[in-house]
């Protein structure tokens, strides 16, 4: 007579079966950075230091995005028009968010000013957490900006944080990477050069 299996035991098949399929979903998009990129829509993609940045083959437009600055003012992409944004969305749960975290402050902190700016936007359900957090790990120039509801993802076409896109002085996507990154490398600095000068022409 053959034992019928414990829910317990299901369970844990069911959720081993979940976190398979998880897997081959995530390596089948994760150095995408985008589950709707369609065949072509890329024209290169760069190694940014253990991560792969895609060049979109021109500009493309951003729906709305909007979010919180610390006082609690709305802010929208459109009030940063005029300078090169490299705009990352991370949450403090996030393990490879807060990996890469102290890369985007010290590239802030390098380039950050009237022509360029790291815009970090959480997306904790308690935007309190982001204080501490930045205090713990010697954050300095990156400000706190927020989207607790967490529709950024959704709004940017993102699957997984942390995801960053570079944006130029128009407000046009350039490219975008999913996954933590080098971000304070010379290979980025480069590529923001290229995006300033191209925006000058």
């Not at 802010?75 to 393990?95: K, M």
Request: contains cysteine; glycine residues 10%; neutral net charge.
């Amino acid at each position: 007579m053959v034992k019928k299996k414990s829910s317990k035991t299901l369970f844990t098949t069911a959720a081993l079966l979940g976190v398979i399929a998880g897997a081959v979903v995530g390596s089948r998009y994760y150095g995408l950075g985008v589950a709707t990129l369609k065949e072509g829509e890329a024209s290169m993609t760069r190694n940014i230091g253990g991560q792969q940045f895609l060049r979109w083959k021109s500009p493309r437009e951003l729906p709305m995005l909007s979010f919180e600055d610390e006082a609690g003012k709305m802010l929208t992409l459109a009030d940063f028009r005029g300078r090169t944004v490299l705009l990352n969305i991370w949450a403090t749960w996030c393990p490879p968010c807060r990996e890469e975290m102290p890369s985007l402050d010290r590239l802030n902190a390098k380039r950050g000013g009237s022509a360029f700016e790291v815009l970090a936007v959480s997306i904790d359900g308690d935007p309190a957490a982001v204080r501490p957090f930045y205090r713990e790990t010697g954050i300095k120039t990156l400000q706190e900006y927020f989207d607790p509801k967490g529709r950024s993802l959704a709004v940017l076409g993102a699957f997984a944080v942390p995801v960053t896109l570079l944006i130029d002085k128009n407000g046009l996507e350039v490219g975008r990477a999913i996954g933590p990154a080098e971000w304070d490398s010379q290979t980025v600095e480069s590529l923001i050069d290229e995006v300033q000068v191209s925006g000058e022409k």
